[in-house]
């Protein structure tokens, strides 16, 4: 890496092109996006000017974000070309180039180095191992004012209020996340029937580094899913939590016993009261808690999540 001057200028260029003409690439540097560009069939040279003299390859990434594929109909890829920081060239295919999202005959779509210098999924490219992750949750409320925290490897986020429409809620943390690692907390759950009131969570998905992850696959885990018989967890294939609980992200249904709720809570792992108030509290098997205290006859509602 060249080295610059303090308070001199970077210059960016880099060279990217599309399958279709339709693709839709996002140029980040560092944790914020520097450009979004609609990519044409021919290679394009784009350039900026970096104000941060200590940026490095290492801190751009390219990301695609609208993959499209119908087979023998479209089939969406960007082309990421070659990488110039102040003159000097970073080879997109380079050993050290880290993608998300390269598809190779031998193993699909498989995360890691030394893939090549094409997208053939929404992910990304960057010149280096990546040093941190980004999580965007895209969910919604049945009401309005719903909330969920998020956990991510260490790190317990504040929680989020969500409105009626589908949103994404993008959440920056400094360490490689393993999707396994990632649960959103439904945890203020209101039903008040008489006024035709009744708080759901709907998460449609979550994306770590682009790549995405569906709330309903097969492999998650959900709490708080109103059925038939009542309250449920398991892996239910939902993306909508009607009371208070958890989308456990998981690629194991190992993880199922961790969660599933400890009865010597009560027969069903859950605790409710009704005397002006209503309680609904579950202990999980692993030792987290959670739980809403809603006090309907004083028009607010207060909450209450901790691990024990």
């Not at 695609?64 to 479209?74: A, G, S």
């Amino acid at each position: 890496m060249l080295a610059a001057d303090a308070g001199a200028e970077l210059e960016l260029q880099i060279d990217l092109r599309g399958e279709t003409g339709d693709e839709l690439a996002q140029i980040w540097v560092g944790d914020r996006i520097l450009q979004t560009q609609r990519l044409s069939t021919e290679w394009q040279r784009f350039n900026a000017n970096l104000e941060d003299a200590s940026i490095e390859a290492k801190d751009v990434r390219i990301q695609f974000t609208n993959d499209l594929y119908e087979p023998d109909v479209i089939d969406r890829n960007v082309y990421v070309g070659t990488l110039f920081l102040n003159g000097e060239e970073i080879d997109p295919n380079g050993p050290n180039s880290y993608s998300t999202a390269t598809w190779r005959p031998e193993d699909g779509i498989v995360a890691g180095l030394g893939r090549g210098s094409v997208l053939n999924a929404n992910g990304y490219l960057q010149f280096d191992e990546p040093q941190g992750s980004t999580i965007t949750v895209f969910a919604r409320g049945e009401e309005g004012g719903e909330q969920f925290r998020i956990w991510a490897g260490s790190i317990d986020f504040l929680p989020t209020t969500v409105s009626t429409e589908l949103e994404a809620y993008e959440f920056r943390i400094n360490e490689v996340v393993d999707p396994g690692s990632v649960q959103i907390r439904f945890i203020n759950d209101f039903y008040q029937p008489e006024n035709d009131i009744d708080f759901n969570l709907t998460v449609d998905r979550i994306e770590i580094d682009g790549v995405a992850y569906e709330a309903e696959a097969p492999e998650v885990f959900q709490s708080g899913v109103f059925r038939e018989n009542g309250f449920e967890s398991g892996f239910l294939q939902t993306d909508t939590l009607q009371g208070n609980g958890v989308f456990q992200f998981n690629r194991s249904e190992q993880l199922a016993e961790r969660y599933e709720f400890d009865t010597s809570v009560s027969e069903n792992g859950l605790i409710e009261f009704s005397q002006g108030s209503f309680i609904r509290a579950g202990a999980f098997s692993d030792g987290t808690f959670v739980g809403t205290t809603q006090a309907f006859g004083f028009g607010g509602v207060s909450n209450d999540c901790r691990s024990l």
